[in-house]
T-cell receptor
Framework: GQSLEQPSEVTAVEGAIVQINCTYQ??????LSWYQQHDGGAPTFLSY????GLEETGRFSSFLSRSDSYGYLLLQELQMKDSASYFC????????FGTGTRLQVFP | EAGVVQSPRYKIIEKKQPVAFWCNPI?????LYWYLQNLGQGPELLIR????????DSQLPKDRFSAERLKGVDSTLKIQPAELGDSAVYLC??????????????FGPGTRLTVL
């Protein structure tokens, strides 16, 4: 089966950098995805890593190490609107989601 | 382009009553998913459709849940009868259906169900 572990909560201040870690277990690997979900909102796709290394998309970057079964999402220049839950997920003909990390950004 | 549309957004019912949720995916998306999300947890798949065929319904409690996607476009998820533990957000998502590593799914806003 598949499983993913994330910290339950992270706090930071505006303008800071925060890293959200994700470790996973899976028998077949097709990449690691990240989704953002604001309270009461829909999950929205942020990034996808199929290969080792860093993928950068604006203020957000995602990293993958397949040998360590580990990835992280890096959020830079934090803004209040970044306060949300962040999920890593394994795309295996469906999405297997982690339990999510709630990020709170303070002024 | 319109996103995934779901209705209703909120539903409050008494236990043992039936309830139905509707989803219209993004035009051209062959794959449609229904997920259940409990508070503080990640979404969990209930059923996945490829066009009108349910290709993964292993997590759907078939004694009370049913779903259909008759013309391969919009879909309905039904619960009959509802139980207190069914209170959750029901999310619909769609994707182009590119295969196993279909990494980007587009989610609707969900239906928040409260069973009293």
């Amino acid at each position: 089966g598949q499983s993913l572990e994330q910290p339950s909560e992270v706090t930071a201040v505006e303008g800071a950098i925060v890293q959200i870690n994700c470790t996973y277990q899976t028998s077949g690997f097709y990449g690691l995805s990240w989704y953002q979900q604001h309270d009461g909102g829909a999950p929205t796709f942020l990034s996808y890593n199929a290969l080792d290394g860093l993928e950068e998309t604006g203020r957000f970057s995602s990293f993958l190490s397949r040998s360590d079964s580990y990835g992280y999402l890096l959020l830079q220049e934090l803004q209040m609107k970044d306060s949300a839950s962040y999920f890593c997920a394994l795309p295996v003909d469906k999405l297997i989601f982690g339990t999510g990390t709630r990020l709170q950004v303070f002024p | 382009e319109a996103g995934v549309v779901q209705s209703p957004r909120y539903k409050i019912i008494e236990k043992k009553q039936p309830v139905a949720f509707w989803c219209n995916p993004i035009s051209g998306h062959n794959t449609l998913y229904w997920y259940l999300q409990n508070l503080g947890q990640g979404p969990e798949l209930l059923i996945r459709y490829e066009n009108e065929e349910a290709v993964d319904d292993s997590q759907l409690p078939k004694d009370r849940f049913s779903a259909e996607r008759l013309k391969g476009v919009d879909s309905t998820l039904k619960i009959q009868p509802a139980e207190l533990g069914d209170s959750a957000v029901y999310l619909c998502a769609s994707s182009l259906g590119l295969g196993l590593a279909d990494n980007e799914q587009f989610f609707g806003p969900g239906t928040r169900l409260t069973v009293l």
